[in-house]
């Protein structure tokens, strides 16, 4: 059941994504400011942190699957880039889940990592032409404060929904 929740948790937050990368779009002379959330991966990585790597792993199938089939322009680009980034979080970063300003600089960093790659990817499959100084400050810094204000808002909910989901389970267990 609890599986259920982490669900459709995420697939909330794959809609999240999807809407406040329509509604903030913004446009400085000819240049396009592209702000970029990524609510979704943030998720995926505290869920693997603070559940299970094989729930983290699951759910990253599946919502790559979807976010895919819904907005990718390539299938399996979503998919093996959550894969990817879940596994290397859950193997090299998993020592910082006590420290929270550690764990949370690490998330947000890992979000870049992913923008970087998306890109990347759909630069050397010819979908997209770029340079990178305007790559760097029309999209990457505009992505990086409006996932920092994003983590902000999202790490206490998510906390607070991890911890009483896994009380709710022990009080079941009990």
Do not use: C, W
């Amino acid at each position: 059941m609890k599986a259920l929740y982490y669900f459709l948790l995420g697939i909330l937050l794959f809609y999240i994504d999807v809407g406040i990368s329509l509604v903030i779009p913004m446009h400085i002379g000819s240049k396009s400011v592209i702000f970029v959330p990524h609510l979704t991966v943030m998720y995926l990585l505290l869920l693997g942190i603070y559940r299970h790597f094989n729930v983290a792993l699951t759910l990253a199938i599946l919502i790559g699957a979807i976010t895919d089939i819904t907005i990718g322009s390539i299938y399996g680009v979503y998919l093996f880039g959550y894969i990817l980034l879940v596994v290397v979080f859950d193997s090299f970063f998993k020592v910082f889940y006590r420290d929270k300003v550690m764990l949370l600089s690490l998330v947000l960093f890992s979000t870049l990592i992913f923008e970087i790659f998306m890109a990347v990817v759909y630069g050397l499959l010819g979908l997209i032409q770029f340079e990178l100084v305007d790559f760097i400050i029309f999209r990457l810094v505009p992505t990086f404060i409006l996932n920092l204000i994003l983590l902000i808002i999202l790490y206490p909910i998510l906390n607070k929904f991890f911890t009483k989901l896994q009380l709710r389970i022990d009080k079941a267990k009990g």
